[in-house]
């Protein structure tokens, strides 16, 4: 297939992701800001988002106070902001319309449709409630994007693209939500373990649907360790970082060409590292600087995938 | 000044015309709300799925429905087998006339048409002379502009042989009257249109460079912003073939590939929907960025074959279009089937001196504008409109010709009153590959204000499906 038609495909479905995961940083983030608990605290857990997302210089040059509501402007509905959730939402439906010929009709007329409710959501001013549901919102509209593909899509290479970007972008996420706890401060006086703890942990789970998981796996108290291999290890869990990449190296494998050995075996070995791995281990490098190796290596792959199929240096 | 134009529909004495007896006695019939719900669907249906066109010097990316009328423009099979065998006729010697201009230029010898009209017109591409291209065929995709006047003869109005567009309207039409009103087909033998991409498909296949066995073809777009760039994916999915950018495809040793997932892949045949001077950087405009830099000279090499060809503009040029019926006489040796309407060059003077004197009834038009752009309707100016346009073909007659106001036939429409006839006219596409081919009917064009004679989409114009009656 064309390499611009295959570059659309894969950034269609990333940003479609993208948007989804911003959904979930920023729905729990919101929530937590409601616990009875000092502004400083509130203010922390939106700088540590910010941060994780990369957006703090961006958000410090617009905006003055990091208050809820201007997160949420910048971040859900601010068009400037080439990553808000307006922004992807743009962006996934514009990769769309550019194969259009490529995609299903369904495909099409849903990302159609989820960026024309959009864009009559970014007008209006919503209440803190009626973000909540904006945020139920965008993950539904994920789900139906994901589920239409899933039911109407011919498995040839197109379908292989899109489920590479879907997959590399959520490996990605999921690495920065787990690292937004390395980020957070405990309230004074609040130990390691305690009630504000536990509150952290919970919300992390929330936020990447894992909470029931959680308890229906361990059936016990909400460790750090545990969360960890939780969402790093477990080949179960479909946000995990080794679900991610043993679905980024299945797909890697069914498009392969001349030139995409190396980046098939870079995907195979940290899938393998993944599969193997214990969570000691990840405990004694450090869990925050093993995410940071972790997106370095998954950074690397996307630009590979994008030089081996997408701009094909070919001429 | 107002003549009562040929109606689609009604005999002079109000009776129905046979071939409309069938639509007429149903429409009767159907209560006006299921009409009227039926409209309302339609608009849905189209909104939905995206058929849409981009308005320019509108906010841009402004995309707009194009309405249609659910009241089809019917031509009986008489009628059609007499418009099939000229529009081929014309074709072929359009064909003819612009492989002569490239290679010996017989008819400016022969003194049939000027010379300096040809060679010296903006769209005579001199970079195409001597290049032998498949099949000596130039125009392989022309859709020709055809009206009705005075008591119902057809008009040959212009001939668009570089990019024509609407072909997708024309099978959308079809769908839409097919799914809203199935009894209706049932009532009536109308001949079908759906198979318009496979007879395409085959006619570009057909003139793939020799030596090629599975031609590979391609449709390039200018991209998502262009104002058809809906046909351009629908026509590419029809067929089954990839939609490329100019940045999708290069040349490599006057061989073209485009760039796959799987590395380069040749290309035989680029059915291109972006006009010459965007093509190759290299040779027309160097600000181009649609276009494939080494692509002339791939195609110089015979290595890929490009639907148009580069240069068929100076056949379709409406300073050129007077002399269409002598290109006919002149390369096939028949009496031309279709006329043309009479037109006034004004870049001769007795043409340009009974213009001025008759401006308020003529229609002038730029010889090298399209889409309903820049061009004067005599009899609906004002006169301002008209002392202005008169300035304009002061200061460079050669480049408009004038025509008499035709009384363009009108056809029962539905408009916020009810139904009332609007005027029409009609665009068949003709193929011209191994044979000359083309679906029974076209594209018919409505223009939807009241009195208006300007069917553009651009202008405020909709469409209508086009039923041929088989018998």
């Keep these: 297939m064309l390499s611009r038609t295959a570059d659309h495909l894969y950034w269609m479905a990333r940003y479609t992701e993208r948007a989804e995961n911003l959904a979930r940083m920023l729905d729990v983030n919101s929530r937590m800001s409601l616990l009875p608990q000092g502004a400083e605290i509130v203010e922390q857990g939106w700088i540590a988002t910010l941060t994780i997302i990369g957006l703090m210089d961006a958000f410090r040059q617009r905006y003055d106070a990091v208050t809820s509501s201007n997160v949420i402007a910048f971040m859900a509905f601010d068009r400037d ?21 490529t995609l299903t009709s369904e495909i099409w007329e849903t990302l159609n449709a989820t960026w024309l409710e959009m864009r009559v959501a970014s007008l209006r001013s919503s209440t803190e409630a009626e973000v909540g549901n904006f945020f139920e919102w965008v993950k539904y509209r994920s789900h139906v994007a994901r589920g239409v593909v899933q039911g109407t899509m011919l498995r040839d290479e197109a379908w292989h693209f899109t489920w590479l970007g879907t997959y590399l972008e959520r490996a990605d996420s999921t690495a920065r939500i787990l690292d937004v706890k390395y980020h ?10 305690g009630a504000a703890d536990y509150y952290q942990w919970s919300a992390l789970l929330h936020s990447v649907s894992a909470f029931e998981i959680y308890r229906r796996v361990y059936r016990d108290l909400i460790t750090p360790r545990r969360v960890a291999e939780l969402l790093v290890l477990r080949d179960d869990m479909p946000r995990s970082l080794r679900r991610c990449m043993s679905q980024v190296h299945m797909h890697l494998q069914s498009v392969r060409n001349a030139q995409s050995s190396e980046t098939e075996r870079r995907a195979g070995e940290l899938q393998a590292s993944l599969h193997f791995g214990r969570i000691e281990s990840v405990f004694e490098v450090g869990l925050h600087e093993y995410l940071v190796r972790f997106l370095g290596q998954t950074r690397d792959l996307g630009d590979r995938v994008s030089r081996d199929f997408l701009v094909s240096a070919t001429d | 000044m107002s003549v009562t134009p040929y109606d689609e529909m009604h005999a002079s004495d109000g009776d129905v015309r046979e071939h409309y ?99 010296c017109n903006g769209q005579y591409r001199p970079e195409m002379q001597g290049i032998d291209v498949p099949g000596s065929i130039y125009a392989h995709i022309a859709g020709i502009d055809v009206v009705r006047a005075g008591a119902g003869e057809f008009y040959v109005l212009e001939d668009n042989l570089r990019v024509p567009s609407g072909v997708s309207y024309m099978l959308e039409d079809r769908r839409m009257m097919m799914r809203l009103f199935p009894e209706l087909f049932a009532l009536h033998s109308v001949a079908p249109v759906e198979h318009y991409p496979d007879l395409l498909l085959e ?49 490599d040793d006057e061989f073209l590939y485009m760039r796959t997932t799987r590395g380069p892949q040749r290309v035989d045949v680029i059915y291109r929907r972006i006009d010459d001077d965007f093509l190759d950087p290299l040779v027309f405009r160097p600000d181009s960025m649609l276009g494939i830099p080494g692509l002339l000279a791939a195609y110089r090499a015979g290595r890929v074959t490009i639907a148009n060809a580069i240069g068929t503009g100076v056949a379709d040029d409406k300073s050129i279009y007077p002399y269409v019926p002598e290109m006919i006489r002149f390369y096939l040796g028949e009496e031309p089937l279709l006329s043309n309407v009479p037109t006034y060059v004004l870049r001769r003077k007795e043409d340009l001196e009974y213009t001025l004197a008759h401006l308020p009834e003529l229609v002038v038009k730029e010889v090298h504008g399209a889409g309903g ?33 035709l009384a363009l036939s009108a056809c029962p429409t539905f408009v916020d009153a009810g139904i009332a006839p609007r005027h029409i006219d009609l665009r068949p596409f003709v193929l011209s590959g191994r044979e000359v081919t083309l679906v029974p009917g076209g594209l018919t064009r409505v223009a939807l204000r009241e009195g208006s004679l300007v069917v553009n989409s651009s202008q405020g114009g909709g469409t209508k499906d086009t039923w041929v009656l088989e018998r």
């Design chain 1, 81 to 101: 902001n080439p990553i808000s959730i307006y922004s992807c939402l743009r962006a996934a439906r514009e990769n769309a319309r550019a194969v259009r010929g």
């Design chain 1, 184 to 193: 957070l401060l405990l309230p004074r006086g609040e130990q390691a373990g």
């Design chain 2, 21 to 119: 007896k069938t639509f007429a006695s149903w429409l009767a019939r159907t209560p006006s709300e299921r009409v009227a719900h039926k409209r309302a669907e339609a608009d849905t249906l189209f909104h939905r799925v995206g058929i849409t066109f981009t308005v320019y010097g509108e906010d841009s990316g402004t995309e707009r429905l194009i309405p249609f009328d659910i009241v089809p423009r019917i031509i009986p099979a008489n009628e059609w087998k007499h418009l099939a065998a000229g529009l081929k006729q014309r074709v072929r010697a359009l064909n003819a006339f612009t492989n002569d201009i490239y290679h010996s230029q017989d008819i400016l010898q022969a003194g049939r048409i000027p010379a300096e009209q040809v060679l």
């Design chain 2, 203 to 251: 006619n570009l296949r057909s003139v793939a460079p020799s030596g090629v066995n599975d031609p590979t073809v391609v449709l390039l777009t200018p991209g998502a912003y262009n104002s058809a760039y809906f046909e351009h994916a629908f026509l590419a999915q029809q067929m089954g073939i990839e939609l490329v950018e100019g940045q999708d495809l290069f040349v």
């Design chain 2, 373 to 405: 752009y820049g061009m004067l309707i005599g009899p609906a100016a004002s006169k301002d409109e008209l002392a202005a346009f008169r300035q304009r073909i002061l200061r460079s007659p050669e480049k408009y010709i004038a025509q008499p106001t």
